[in-house]
């Protein structure tokens, strides 16, 4: 189990205080949904909408960066 969990509302890591999903939690997860990539994005893709919900200031394009754009 991690500790680099999202902290809600504001969508920082809970193991280092990175906004969420920091690079250790991005390796994490790599290395998890490994051979499963439809399902990474599908995943993130929920966890892009419940931030997007929590933090309606951020500009979307921002959140999908940080939530989506790491996935190439």
Known sequence: MTTHGPVRPLW??????AAWPCPT?????????DGAPVSLGLYLGAQFVRAARDLP????????????GWLR
């Open 12 to 17: 920082r890591c809970g193991g280092c205080g």
């Open 25 to 33: 939690r991005k390796r994490e997860l790599r290395a998890e949904f």
């Open 57 to 68: 200031r951020s500009p979307a394009g921002a959140l999908h960066r940080r939530f989506l």
